[in-house]
T-cell receptor, first 115, second 112 residues
């Protein structure tokens, strides 16, 4: 069974540009999460989809970030325009159930560098 | 709100040494607790978990016990190997939607 995949693995962009990150969850997983780790700090929650609906987007830093999950399959996270403080590693995770006991399976992450 | 505090790193050990990485948490209700590991160049992998008080999670020789009275979930291994070198993250899930709150991560380096 394929795991969670993320694309690209690395992205280097200039301040003010737009970047779109993609996440493909494990097949059959209705729950999809985005997290971010900035400069060696703790990994922080960004948002949570259940199928195509945003269940919780309390962690989204500002309106320059837009996440979508059309059709309840893969998800994209767009940053427009990118700022220097957006640099970090963006992780995607998926789980089968919406439960605090359920394991989230993580992708390898996308390392975003904004110059 | 929920929070997780992890032992500051980096931790450097010799092979076959005993490992403890401390993790304490603050949460309302009855969270589930997790240890994730990130090996060099890879994504996060679940190492072990415990979903209720006094549960012990274990995997690959690592263990952690959910202690509600001390709000702790310390990670231990009796004899580390070079291949255990990685970043270890303690995390909790304390809402019905399952979002994770992480500690800051502890870098472990094991020398031969």
């Amino acid at each position: 069974e394929a795991g969670v995949t993320q694309f690209p693995s690395h992205s280097v962009i200039e301040k003010g540009q737009t970047v779109t990150l993609r996440c493909d969850p494990i097949s059959g997983h209705d729950n999809l999460y985005w997290y971010r780790r900035v400069m060696g700090k703790e990994i922080k929650f960004l948002l949570h989809f259940v199928k195509e609906s945003k269940q919780d987007e309390s962690g989204m830093p500002n309106n320059r970030f837009l996440a979508e999950r059309t059709g309840g399959t893969y998800s994209t996270l767009k940053v427009q325009p990118a700022e220097l403080e957006d640099s970090g590693v963006y992780f995607c995770a998926s789980s089968f159930r919406t439960a605090i006991t359920d394991t989230q399976y993580f992708g390898p992450g996308t390392r975003l560098t904004v110059l | 709100g929920n929070s997780v505090t992890q032992m500051e790193g980096p931790v450097t050990l010799s092979e076959e040494a005993f490992l403890t990485i401390n993790c304490t948490y603050t949460a309302t209700g009855y969270p589930s607790l997790f240890w994730y590991v990130q090996y060099p160049g890879e994504g996060l992998q679940l190492l072990l978990k415990a979903t209720k008080a006094d549960d012990k999670g274990s995997n690959k020789g690592f263990e952690a016990t959910y202690r509600k009275e001390t709000t702790s979930f310390h990670l231990e291994k009796g004899s580390v190997q070079v291949s255990d070198s990685a970043v270890y993250f303690c995390a909790l899930s304390g809402t019905s939607y399952g979002k994770l709150t992480f500690g800051q991560g502890t870098i472990l380096t094991v020398h031969p």
